[in-house]
């Protein structure tokens, strides 16, 4: 099949990936942080990765005359999709975030910069490419952050590239002739459809930000095209096309694991070529390609580290052999079947080279195994042997959702059964940590196809929410569905589609979609207004349905291919994941492949336009209308809520915490999203790497506990007392059970030396002979030898007592415990506001405020649970030292859900209680210059008033600035008058937090005198 020439690409690839691998893994400089890996190792990857293409097609397929012949054939076409291309990364590149955006984009960047660990699947190839990116920084570290965001703009970019001849193709399967105006017609069409996936919200949202997902959809589009283009190939290249296609799967599972959706395209694509489809042939086909997602993404992707670890514990622990003998035993037995298979049967060669190239596909994961040996700061999970491999990509420390059968919410746990024994490596063989357990519930109240399953409280409260359940009332396979069809399909996808193809009525959480009657412009001041209100009148909708009804009508076979892929990305897709009904953000990007399907039948849509309309004058002037109108309209609605030029607030409002934190440390977090911004800083920026940041969320597993004894930068080892075995996952200390018999409190740094030393008072043993250990009491007392801070006048019996919450000491919470006795106060304690209030301790009657962070002390609070102010700190982090310009700015758009909602109103919150502390001191002088300073910084007129304008402008009132209090106040009641007023036409019934607002700001208008504002509320009739 393959030419000597052929091989020598291979050999060449092998070489130079090798030669990568070496480099990195030889690197000597601390974390591996040296020229060899961050330099030299990625581009010579990157060859090495492509090399194979070049192997696998033919070099035929890449000289430049038939390129250009291919080009010179229909030159308009070409042209019109380069447009396509430069038209969308230039807005791309005009709106794109200048920094690190929120949610997991820190993260990534701080990973491809440096080449770490990321959350699994780890996206390899993605930091590969995103380091290649950072180079285009030149060494300014304050640059690198776009940079890799311009990563997912040209991504992006050459999604829409590629779509834009995917419509075209289809497109020419729809029309009779191939004369000047039809092809004229086809290009505008592909325009259509290419433009509006360009300025599609969820789409133009990912494109501007350094994710997985602009990149994704690439590879998720590639493919499908490469599937489109082999259908009519010719044997002999049709087969190298096929194992080209497979070794892009796997670089694209490197990227994102979505992108294997599209492959069940593939048998049904090529197979019904040429035959007829029905029912029955259609159902084996597409079972065919859900096999083959199936396979790639259980065997391949999971299988073959489950089975290589477990032939490595068998051959280690029972013959002797040294570690990773069993991945030996793998590489040499697949190798010897795919020999056998070449040799003997020859009608195979193509599905067997198929499968070796898949598993190439798969090597750059060799990039993160090989960096976790070198202990980097973001190092998740720790992947560094084979163990840990397995853990990895199996997913293990992420919960699962049952699919085909499971239990109901209410549904009583019967059994705990051992589901698989866990091992980690040990200094000769592998050592047995624990068990994982398999939970069993009543089978009288299970289910198949499980919708409303978890037990969480929160989770059960949304359940009854949405299918009426009073307490008390048992769930039944009719509310499961329900829950089914109104949340998981209706609220979590329907909803979604309708926002990018009808329109979206704001970037609050949860907002609807727009139907076409409402208001475009529905405030009485247009300053109230949400940019993210996007009225499209539906008119995306309907033309991808007319483009979708022309391809059922004119050519099924690729209607059935397109409806496939809108399907799996899609509805498919949402019974897949069984989500939960809470979640912290909408998930609309998780199923942009299938609006990249409906955009294809957009641009269908003008065709169907064109094939309406007789006239050809007038039938090109209305597709010319259509195929410019509708993208322009999207790009005038979208631009405003999706331009993030110039926003820096993320960042700078996690350097302030930063800059705020003492000398060395240690700074708690409540998990990954409050922690992402602080690695940036750290790893990519070099600020403040003195401190230790710690994900509250993470402290549960071993690997990360045990990451907290390395020195990191400029942040020195944490001491604990207990040591690695303790923390061992699925040990006896991953869950305490709490024995409160002790009630008058125990001594930590005894409890925890007993717990190191495994003393059989506090060790239990499981019905199933599992030891576990308790904890005796709920209160834990910690002596002080050498109190920092200045009021220790105010600690007579040195002594900090901490009183554990629920019913569970989790391993989290001793870590944390182990971390404040073993530290004896050397290091400051810091406490970010969600780790706070999400901690199992009751700490607030030893943390004192300063500024956004609240620092442990051992000095208690005489005045209860109301947590003290160091007014003196406070003011210096808030006012001095932090950096709010950015909110200055009305041309930047900061939406309400990420930065109004979860950052300025907390930064406006902690100045209230600052300017609050003051007054309560007495000095109302200072307390009056914070409230200045809160007004002429936070409370700019483009920043929609909140909770803390409220609470400020009682503040204000208590200062005796009524004039400052009134203002306040009005553009409260405005603001919410004008929100409620909204609700009424698009709703027929206003929000009952507009009302709450309009309601307390009435109020305190009233009391300062001003009598309007209860009248025109009382006017409401509400």
């Not at 090399?51 to 035929?60: D, F, K, N, S, Y």
């Not at 002739?177 to 360009?198: D, P």
């Not at 494109?207 to 590879?219: H, S």
């Not at 209410?410 to 059994?415: G, K, M, S």
Request: charged share 15%; hydrophobic share 45%; proline share 4%.
């Amino acid at each position: 099949m393959f030419t000597r020439k052929d091989f020598s690409f291979f050999a060449a690839s092998f070489v130079v990936v090798f030669t990568g691998f070496c480099l990195m893994a030889l690197d000597t400089a601390e974390s591996g942080f040296g020229v060899p890996t961050l330099w030299i190792a990625p581009p010579l990857l990157l060859l090495g990765l492509l090399l194979p293409v070049a192997g696998i097609m033919g070099t035929h397929s890449f000289h430049y005359s038939s390129l250009q012949s291919a080009f010179s054939v229909n030159k308009e076409k070409h042209l019109a999709a380069l447009f396509a291309f430069i038209a969308s990364l230039t807005v791309y590149l005009i709106t794109i975030e200048p920094t690190a955006s929120l949610w997991d984009c820190s993260e990534f960047i701080a990973s491809a910069y440096k080449l770490q660990v990321p959350h699994t699947p780890g996206n390899p190839l993605l930091l590969l490419i995103g380091r290649i990116f950072a180079f285009f920084a030149f060494g300014d570290v304050k640059r690198v952050a776009i940079c890799i965001n311009a990563m997912s703009a040209v991504f992006s970019a050459l999604t829409v590239y590629v779509v834009y001849y995917l419509i075209y193709f289809f497109g020419e399967r729809l029309v009779s002739n191939k004369n000047s105006s039809v092809k004229f017609v086809l290009i505008a069409s592909s325009l259509c459809g290419s433009l509006c996936l360009t300025f599609l919200d969820t789409f133009w949202f990912s494109a501007v930000e350094a994710e997985t997902y602009g990149p994704a959809c690439f590879f998720l589009v590639l493919q499908l095209a490469l599937i489109l283009k082999g259908k009519a190939m010719e044997e002999q290249q049709r087969s190298r096309l096929l194992i080209l296609l497979f070794y892009v799967a796997g670089l694209a599972y490197c990227i994102h694991p979505m992108c294997i959706l599209v492959l069940p395209v593939l048998p049904f694509a090529w197979y019904f070529h040429k035959r007829h489809v029905n029912l029955w042939n259609g159902s084996v086909l597409l079972l065919t390609g859900m096999i083959i997602v199936f396979v790639i993404n259980r065997i391949f992707s999971t299988g073959v580290f489950e089975l290589a670890f477990h032939l490595d514990l068998f051959l280690v622990n029972a013959i002797g052999l040294p570690f990773y003998s069993g991945v030996g035993v793998v590489v040499i037995v697949f190798a010897m079947v795919i020999g056998y298979i070449v040799i003997r049967y020859r009608s195979l060669h193509t599905y067997a080279w198929s499968a070796v190239f898949l598993l190439v596909g798969f090597v750059p994961y060799l990039l993160l195994f090989i960096r976790s040996n070198h202990n980097p700061p973001i190092d998740e999970n720790n992947p560094q042997d084979l163990a840990l491999i397995k853990a990895y990509m199996n997913r293990e420390s992420y919960p699962s959702s049952p699919l085909l059968y499971g239990p109901y919410y209410d549904a009583q746990l019967t059994e705990i059964n051992v589901k698989k024994k866990i091992y980690f490596k040990g200094e000769t063989k592998y050592e047995l940590a624990g068990t994982m357990p398999e939970y069993v519930y009543d089978s009288r109240r299970s289910t198949i196809f499980p919708r409303i399953y978890s037990s969480d409280a929160d989770h059960v409260a949304a359940y009854r929410a949405w299918t009426g359940l009073k307490e008390g009332e048992q769930p039944g396979f009719y509310e499961n569905l329900q829950f089914l069809f109104t949340y998981q399909i209706g609220h979590m996808y329907l909803r979604y589609l309708l926002w990018n193809f009808a329109g979206r009525e704001s970037d609050h959480q949860d907002c609807a979609w727009l139907r076409p009657w409402q208001s475009l412009h529905p405030m009485i001041n247009a300053a109230n207004e949400n940019k993210a209100r996007n009225q499209y009148w539906m008119i995306p909708l309907a033309l991808g349905l007319m483009g979708a009804a022309l391809q059922w009508k004119r050519d099924r076979k690729n209607f059935y291919s397109t409806m496939i892929f809108f399907l799996l990305t899609g509805l498919i897709l949402v019974v897949y994941l069984n989500s939960f009904p809470v979640e912290p953000r909408e998930r609309d990007y998780i199923y942009v492949g299938s609006y990249i399907a409906f955009c294809i039948w957009i641009g269908l849509g003008t065709l169907f336009i064109a094939d309406v309309i007789r006239s050809p004058r007038w039938s090109m002037a209305a597709v010319l209308l259509v195929s410019f109108g509708v993208p322009l309209w999207m790009a005038y609605q979208n631009f405003d809520d999706h331009n993030r030029a110039g926003r820096t607030f993320q960042i700078d409002n996690a350097r302030n915490q930063l800059a705020g934190c003492a000398k060395n440390a240690i700074l708690f977090t409540g998990g990954d999203n409050d922690t992402f911004p602080f690695w940036y800083l750290q790893d990519v920026e070099g600020f403040r790497t003195d401190v230790r940041v710690m994900v509250g969320s993470y402290m549960n597993t071993d690997w990360y506990i045990n990451e907290l004894r390395n020195q990191y930068y400029d942040s020195s080892p944490v001491k604990l007392t207990l040591t690695e075995d303790t923390y061992r996952q699925y040990g006896a200390n991953d869950v305490l059970y709490i024995q409160d018999v002790i009630r008058e409190g125990i001594d930590l740094p005894n409890y925890l030396q007993l717990l190191r030393e495994g003393h059989k008072a506090l060790t239990r043993v499981s019905e199933r002979g599992e030891p576990y250990s308790i904890v005796p009491s709920r209160v834990m007392k910690l002596q002080v030898n050498a109190a920092t801070g200045k009021d220790q006048s105010r600690m007579p019996d040195r002594e900090v007592v901490f009183k554990l919450k629920g019913n569970y000491l989790y391993k989290g919470t001793l870590a944390m415990l182990d971390l404040i006795a073993s530290n004896h106060w050397t290091r400051p304690v810091y406490f970010n506001f969600t780790s706070l209030h999400t901690a199992d301790l009751e700490l607030n009657a030893y943390v004192v405020q300063e500024g956004n962070l609240y620092r442990l002390l051992p000095i208690n609070n005489e005045e209860g649970d109301e947590v003290r102010v160091d007014t003196q700190l406070s003011y210096q982090n808030l006012v001095i030292n932090a950096d709010y310009r950015n909110l200055q700015h009305p041309s930047i758009n900061f939406n309400y859900e990420d930065y109004q909602l979860r950052i300025i109103n907390p930064v406006r919150l902690s100045l209230n209680n600052l300017a609050i502390t003051f007054l309560n001191e007495g000095n109302r002088a200072m307390a009056g210059e914070v409230m200045k300073f809160a007004v002429e910084k936070l409370y700019a007129p483009h920043l929609a008033p909140s909770v803390a304008s409220l609470q400020a402008a009682g503040i204000f009132r208590a200062l005796d600035q009524e004039d400052q209090a009134k203002t306040l106040c009005k553009s409260i009641f405005d603001f919410h008058y004008d929100q409620y007023q909204c609700g009424i036409k698009d709703k027929g019934k206003g929000d009952r937090e507009d009302a709450y607002f309009m309601q307390q700001s009435a109020q305190l208008l009233g009391d300062l005198g001003d009598k309007t504002y209860i009248t025109l509320l009382d006017s409401l009739g509400r």
